[in-house]
Structure formats: structure tokens, C-alpha cells
Nanobody, 124 residues
Framework: VQLQASGGGLVQPGDSLRLSCAVS????????IGWFRQAPTKEREGISC?????????YYVDSVKGRFTISRNKANNTVYLQMNSLKLEDTAVYYC?????????????????WGQGTLVTVSR
């Protein structure tokens, strides 16, 4: 299983950004995908995930609920994280990861595969 995150960049508070996580074929049929982030001097934090089954379940940590939306496109093997109303505290390296799990997703699982990070910087 391979994952590649992209879409990070430098934005201002209130702006939007969409991250993409390209995964290898068939991954989304068997693996839940999670988005994590790690800010400087802070521990890695699980912020969202989407399950592998159709009509998928999703999860958001409270700090991003209502601002971030996770989605996926099985046809092009990609999971997205739409980030709106970005705040200074959203600055972090964002990672996507895969958890072999065909039930509801959770960011507390031990994720088996990780992509490289993509840096999101929110600055005035």
C-alpha cells in the first residue's frame, strides 16, 4: 500500500486548502484512511478519517469539526481533506495513513501505512 499526500501550501487565516492523498489501487476497498497532523513541538494528532465501506462513516476531531471535510473518490484512488476557515493553529505537517479496517474508522487505531507529509502553513 502506498500513499502520497499533496496540496499543502502557505495561506492566510480564513482561507481554504484541499489536501489530496493518492493511494494505490484497491486500497480504499479494504483500508480506512486517516488524516493526521503534527505541529512544531507538538505530538501527532489524528484529525479525521473515512471508512472503507460504501456510504462511508467519517470522523472529525472537535478542533476541525465544521471546517474540514473528508471525502474520497474510489475511481481515482484518492482521499481528500477540504480545509476551510483555516486558522493559525492549523499550521502543521499533514499526513495520510491507511488502516486495514472494513468497519468504522478511528484515528486511534494503529495505522499500517503512511504517506509522506505535506506542509500547511497558515500565516498573516
Amino acid at each position: 500500500v502506498q500513499l502520497q499526500a499533496s496540496g499543502g501550501g502557505l495561506v492566510q487565516p480564513g482561507d481554504s486548502l484541499r489536501l489530496s492523498c493518492a493511494v494505490s489501487a484497491y486500497t480504499l476497498d479494504y483500508y480506512a484512511i486517516g488524516w493526521f497532523r503534527q505541529a512544531p513541538t507538538k505530538e501527532r494528532e489524528g484529525i479525521s478519517c473515512i471508512s472503507s465501506y460504501d456510504g462511508p462513516s467519517t470522523y472529525y476531531v472537535d478542533s476541525v469539526k465544521g471546517r474540514f471535510t473528508i471525502s474520497r473518490n474510489k475511481a481515482n484512488n484518492t482521499v481528500y481533506l477540504q480545509m476551510n476557515s483555516l486558522k493559525l493553529e492549523d499550521t502543521a505537517v499533514y499526513y495520510c495513513a491507511a488502516d486495514y479496517n472494513m468497519g468504522d474508522c478511528t484515528v486511534t487505531a494503529i495505522y499500517d501505512y503512511w504517506g509522506q507529509g505535506t506542509l500547511v502553513t497558515v500565516s498573516r
